[in-house]
């Protein structure tokens, strides 16, 4: 038996994934995961699962047939803090939440992101590509969860420590 000279072995963690096309779940390596894959709930089993987003069909039916006002507000919200970088009209923010089973769910989600957003960009002069690249991790986190958010970030044009700045306040409550 050889000797060992004292490392560890570097052992790759594996993720559960559902794939769409043969509604077949596997594990996969966490180093396979890719920018087009998100965390899902699926219909009829327990847990979550990494799925590909890009096999996603969008539901036209709306689940939804309006919102109160108040509800109504925190879309405006949501649009107002998030324009710069992800510029739909009221309408279109209003349509796709009223696509959504979970719309208060989902609207909480965004209205955290956009929270999160503000806080980071006003605190600091930033370029409109480094807003955008804030965004883009947002979009990640939303996505993922704090275990494997570092996983799937790419080089951008944050420090590291900006980027685990926006991680720590995005996850805050669950970190």
């Not at 208060?104 to 957003?117: K, M, R």
């Not at 590291?160 to 996850?171: G, M, N, R």
Request: proline content about 3%.
């Amino acid at each position: 038996m050889p000797k060992s000279d004292g490392a560890k072995e570097k052992r790759e963690k594996y993720v559960q994934f559902f794939d769409l096309d043969t509604k077949k779940v596997s594990q996969i390596p966490l180093s396979k995961l890719t920018l087009n894959m998100m965390r899902a709930k699926i219909e009829g089993m327990p847990g979550i699962y990494w799925i590909d987003a890009s096999k996603v069909e969008l539901d036209e039916h709306k689940y939804h047939q309006s919102f109160s006002e108040e509800i109504r507000e925190q879309i405006r919200q949501i649009m107002l803090k998030l324009k710069e970088v992800h510029s739909l009209s009221f309408d279109e923010w209003e349509d796709g939440f009223l696509k959504d089973k979970n719309a208060e769910g989902e609207i909480s989600l965004w209205l955290h992101t956009a929270d999160v957003y503000s806080r980071f960009t006003t605190k600091r002069p930033l370029s409109l590509e480094q807003k955008n690249d804030v965004f883009e991790v947002l979009r990640l986190c939303m996505r993922s969860d704090k275990q494997t958010i570092f996983h799937l970030l790419r080089p951008m044009l944050l420090t590291k420590a900006e980027l685990q700045e926006i991680v720590f306040d995005y996850f805050r409550d669950t970190m």
